[in-house]
């Protein structure tokens, strides 16, 4: 009976604890970014109103509906196609890098710092680095989505390949196999279902990411929301944002299917 | 053949070698996307209006830059005391929308999970987060800086708009995962419905929630970072975007990025240390 008691005493605590350093984190980080609570509350009403009213398309919106969708698809098959080939060269490079491969201790480590460093420096970064040589380019969005892609993918494709190959390219080694095949026969079977959910899965997010490299770059879907916004010509804007939620919708529906059929 | 499959049990591909690897559902499935993927990827870059460009001289140039920017930082606008405070105001704001997100998230996630949720509530929710989280975070603080104007408050709320419906499933899932059992045995005994979120739900999945928001918390930083430079949110981003924009100044963005790379790296490896914890 008292170890009970003892139990949800311990458990009012973790309570009051997690409570309180929420509440500090709040006070603390309203202070130092000013931010209001009473503005953020009114500024509620304001952003439903916006999308209530500029979901119905006017007759300048409508017209401009196949713009958008070529702009849409453009943003559709850069997302495809920055995945994939950043999913090809991140593959290979994470050979070098899992402990699986047994390549170099070395080689390893500078391969997981080189992944690190592409991952964490903000893509928004590389789209204005890139925007100095390559300027107004579709290639801009597309090797700034790539880089922070290929950091992303080699670190997951290690973890994957570590955690589930490992065995049976020890098994394979045993046997006598070379690293070709211990790749093709042990690595690639074991590991192909944990790559391409993460493949998918970063095809969602870089349809979103392109948005804003776009706004960036003054490319793609990003560029015309940006450039209805500010002309305050909000129906046009407004159909972007829909026309968006469908997209993503539709992908993450596709992929989730794609998920199930294959797991 | 039929016969020779029926006889032997064995599978034999046409030229007669034995099949080492079975026919599946899943194989062909994955095979098919991969070919799918990679059509499309290359139809991609086939139909892209590339507008001539000098892509020798593109290379070098970016080359020359990625040089000057990684390996000659140096911080010529504002003291560094002035940019970590910056970089202060880039964390905070991260972590506001976390917050925010959390608890909104936990709420939500209380009416969506299916083992204590009513399903036609469960279903309108899940709705309404799949078209949250389908807006990009950018277009979210636009919108609300329509009626708040840009600033932190515009920032704060579209970040947390975001991380409340990838939270919020986060959160759903977790309660998923809890034994059935327990929640019966606390309803048979005659438990409420916030006794059983206090001494069922709570205790089994926090560890595991605190960690997913660390981890959001992360994603909040970095977006917070692009805020700043996209939407004019304030903080580091803000810095960064008219170091690179407006001044061309690339000796300057690359301390910046220094700056925001040493923090998400720090950052990254305390998410790494709860997340092992919690397990």
Redesign the interface.
Known sequence: MKKKENILAVRKVTYAVVAAVIALIYFGAAYITEFKMSEGIAAFPGAFLWIAENLMPDEQAISRIPKILSKLLETTLLSVAVTVFAAVCAFLFSLLGTRTTKINPIIGKAVRIVAAFFRNVPDVVWAMLLMFSFGQNILTGFLALFFTTFGLLTRAFIETIDEVSSSCVEALNATGANFIQCVFQGIIPSSLTGIVSWVLYMIETNIRSSTLIGMLTATGIGYLFDMYYKMLQFPSAGLIVLFMVILVIVIEGISNKIRRVIM | MDMAIQLTGIEKSRNGKIRV?AKS??NT??KL??FV??A??V???L?????D?DLG???A??F???KT?FLAPKLSRGTLADILYQL??T???G??ST?FG??LAFFCSLLCAQNIADKRIANVVKSIV??V???????WV???A???GLG???A??GLTFHSFAYLTKVYAEAIEEIDSGTIEALRASGAGFWQII??AI??SS?SYMVAWTFMRFEINF?NA??MG??AGA??I?FN??MA??FY?D?RE?GAL?YI??IA??LL?MLSTKIKSKAK
């Open positions: 690897r559902k899943s499935a994955i996307l991969i993927l990679l499309i990827s139809i991609a870059l139909t892209f209006d590339y507008k460009i001289k593109a290379i140039d970016t020359a830059n990625i920017v202060l105001v964390f905070c704001l972590a506001l917050v959390m608890i799949a078209f989280r389908a807006v990009p975070t950018v277009l636009l919108i609300f329509i009626s708040a932190s408050v515009a704060v709320l206090t001494q709570l205790p926090l970095t970072v692009a430079a996209a304030g903080g981003g960064l975007f690179g924009s061309f690339l963005m990025t925001v790379v998400v790296v990254e």
